[in-house]
């Protein structure tokens, strides 16, 4: 053979060679997880974007430009090095980046800048700063109008509440703060939708504010083992049933400098939650709920005085009503706001006036609206998103609030982010499909046209990607649909048999398959995949997106319907010729944590092994609002608890299981999986115990990554 024509092929076998060996690459956790040295390279890449008005603003390191929003072209507005060498002679501090860069003003050329040490207003076409604040103790609960230029902070070693107004005056607003008595956070441990504990009025002249008075709730016993000597750092823990905090709401007015509380009545055993303000600063809206959950009103009030002005609308219902949004004022009439309710069994919009009265319905449906995104005002029409689509989807849509003609505005597929600009014009949509990591458009709300912006490469295109379906199976009900996502290594042989695990959450405000990149799988998965495994992945009822009464469906049984539902995923793979039913194990976290045991100990002749990470054990140990909400309280419902509780299953356990529990878990204290343990001692059942020191719910940066090689290990030794 000729040498050159058998150099050439050479080449190429050694080319082809190389590439399959590329397509082979292995992942390992340091990629995959995101605690990992290398995961940032390994997800799919994104531009950070930001509305200056009208004009679409990409944010980066080192620069700021306008994005072109007809051809998505890009052009350099200022940069890292202009600011820093013509504003820190105005504000002492250099700006590290301009990641989180805002615009607050539509029609001015001002950019405000955090660096952790200040903040200011810059002008980059005069090339000044135009207001400059120090920011230095303030700590990171701060909220700062545009308004008014005024920021309101806790001092993070007094705990008191402070306004430092646009000329640097600084007020101390309260003297008692503490670890019992807080103020401007958030209350009711995050739950009803709440995030944040200080709201300013629209033109920035009046803040209203959470204060949380937890002197009656016992302390549950944190330990901090990282000093010379250990020494207790309790937690303020309601608990199912016992004392629960008393929160109020307070306004202070920079204009007359005083404070008044809101004069709601008694605060004992009640919920205030959804704070909003009148487009005119004047009235205070908030929903109030009783302890029960069951009984939610929306009530106004007088900014000024504190007084109750009235009661605009109640909803009641036999298991609960859990308001999660604030009402919503139209931005060209005063006099009419968007409430989101689930009272016809699906969370809707409704159209009232500020008198209480319904002026109509106007999303109605077997689909969920998942939140009001912003109005366009010339076309006097609400954006939002919604699962109208499919369950699996969230999809923009805008509704026109005099006709109801309802339009959607994005490609129809796939899990989808808009960010709208402030007149509603436009929108910058972030999404992914299954089979789609990250795409980016920019859509014009009026007449739909979209502009490809950025599409990013798949970064995993050499590696051993396994196989990602999705489908669904009937639950226990047998009528109701369930979506399940099913992951299969990358060289799977439906001749052979392959041990299967199921990972699980299945509680309530949550879900696992949806329609974003790869179903959404997490990166675990794909990590057993590639060591062997098939992993099933099922949202029972009782999660999210489907409704009211597919969520209420576990109403005062939380496990029960869930593990059911779970059971037909189990019987479904068990008619698959390449699952090994004598090897199936299961594995969750927090309440996929109780369902992991709860599986084990009721199922114990299924589930060979299972991975429980920060277990719920017994709701009676579990906090105040979230318990309550599902199970009622102890004393209501003991035949709920006593049925729920995995106590009096500890003596079921045959399989091997792994309890895994940061030793300061604030969420699922450590109660919970001692008690079991405990319970296990006396029964004589012998389940494995890892604890990471000092870690809360979740572990945190790398010790994720050690986390999940162990769980993994775990899987390894005893289930394949």
């Not at 806790?154 to 646009?166: F, G, N, V, Y």
Request: aromatic share 12%; proline share 4%; net charge positive.
């Amino acid at each position: 053979m000729n040498k050159t024509w058998f150099s050439f092929l050479t080449l190429i076998a050694l080319f082809v060679g190389g590439q399959q060996m590329m397509a082979q690459k292995q992942f390992t956790l340091e990629e995959l997880n995101f605690g990992g040295k290398n995961y940032r390279q390994f997800v799919p890449e994104n531009r950070y974007t930001t509305w200056w008005g009208d004009e679409l603003i990409r944010t980066e390191a080192n620069q700021c430009s306008v994005i072109n929003k007809k051809t998505g072209k890009e052009r350099i507005l200022f940069t890292l090095d202009e600011i820093n060498k013509y504003a820190v002679s105005d504000c002492s501090s250099q700006v590290k980046n301009l990641f989180s860069a805002s615009f607050p003003y539509p029609r001015k050329p001002l950019v405000l800048l955090r660096n952790g040490e200040n903040m200011r207003l810059y002008n980059w076409k005069t090339k000044k700063t135009e207001w400059c604040i120090n920011t230095a103790d303030e700590g990171e609960v701060a909220e700062w109008n545009a308004n008014s230029k005024a920021t309101s902070y806790i001092e993070p070693k007094s705990q008191q509440l402070h306004i430092r107004t646009a000329d640097g005056n600084d007020t101390q607003l309260t003297t008692d703060g503490s670890r019992e008595i807080v103020y401007g956070q958030s209350v009711h441990r995050d739950e009803f939708g709440i995030h944040k504990g200080m709201f300013w009025a629209p033109n920035g002249q009046k803040l209203a504010f959470y204060r949380m008075d937890q002197s009656m709730v016992a302390d549950y016993p944190q330990v901090n083992i990282f000093d010379r000597i250990a020494k207790c750092e309790p937690d303020k823990y309601p608990m199912a049933g016992e004392t629960s905090h008393k929160v109020t709401v307070l306004v202070y007015d920079l204009t007359t400098k005083k404070t008044v509380t809101l004069q709601a009545g008694d605060p004992t055993d009640r919920y205030f939650t959804n704070i909003s303000w009148s487009p005119d600063s004047k009235i205070i809206y908030m929903f109030e709920l009783n302890r029960d959950q069951n009984d939610c009103r929306l009530v106004s009030y007088d900014a000024q005085t504190g007084k109750k002005i009235a009661e605009l609308y109640r909803e009641t219902h036999d298991k609960y009503v859990e308001p999660q949004h604030p009402i919503t004022f139209l931005p060209w009439d005063n006099n009419l706001f968007i409430m989101q309710s689930q009272r016809d069994g699906y969370n809707h919009l409704y159209l009232y006036q500020t008198n209480g009265k319904l002026v109509k319905q106007l999303t109605k449906g077997k689909w969920v609206v998942l939140d009001v995104i912003g109005f366009n005002t010339k076309d006097k029409s609400i954006v939002y998103t919604s699962t109208e689509k499919h369950a699996l989807q969230t999809n923009t849509y805008t509704i026109n609030v005099k006709t109801g003609k309802r339009r959607l505005l994005d490609n129809g597929r796939g899990y989808h982010s808009p960010s709208l600009s402030p007149s509603g014009t436009f929108i910058v949509d972030k999404y992914s499909e299954p089979t789609v990591p990250r795409n980016i458009e920019i859509i014009n709300t009026a007449n739909g046209k979209r502009t490809q912006y950025f599409e990013a490469a798949d970064p995993w295109k050499e590696y051993q990607v396994p196989t990602y379906t999705c489908g669904t199976i009937k639950a226990a009900d047998g009528t109701t649909d369930l979506y399940y996502r099913m992951v299969k290594p990358a060289n799977f042989d439906e001749n052979k048999k392959y041990p299967l695990v199921l990972y699980v959450y299945g509680g309530p405000h949550a879900h696992n398959v949806d329609a974003r990149w790869h179903y959404a799988s997490r990166s675990w998965e794909t990590y057993m995949a590639q060591k062997g495994y098939i992993l099933l992945i099922l949202d029972n009822r009782g999660s999210e997106r489907r409704g009211r009464d597919f969520e209420q469906a576990t109403f005062r049984q939380l496990g029960q319907i869930e593990m059911q539902d779970q059971m037909k995923g189990i019987e479904y793979v068990k008619t698959l010729p390449y699952v090994d039913a004598d090897r199936i194990g299961v594995h969750g976290w927090s309440f996929g944590g109780f369902m992991t045991i709860s599986l084990m100990t009721n199922y114990p002749e299924t589930f060979k092994v299972g991975v429980a990470g920060g277990p719920v054990i017994d709701w009676k140990w579990y906090e105040v609002m979230y318990g309550e909400r599902y199970m009622d309280t102890p004393q209501a419902n003991p035949e709920g608890y006593s049925k729920t509780s995995l106590i009096p299953q500890a003596k079921n356990l045959k399989g091997k299981l792994q309890i895994i529990q940061g030793t300061n878990d604030k969420t699922v204290v450590a109660q919970h999986c001692l008690s079991f343990i405990a319970e296990c001692i006396k029964q004589g059942t012998q389940p494995d115990f890892f604890v990471y020191p000092g870690e809360p719910h979740n572990m945190r940066g790398h010790q994720s990554v050690h986390l999940h090689e162990r769980i993994t290990q775990y899987f390894k030794d005893y289930l394949k």
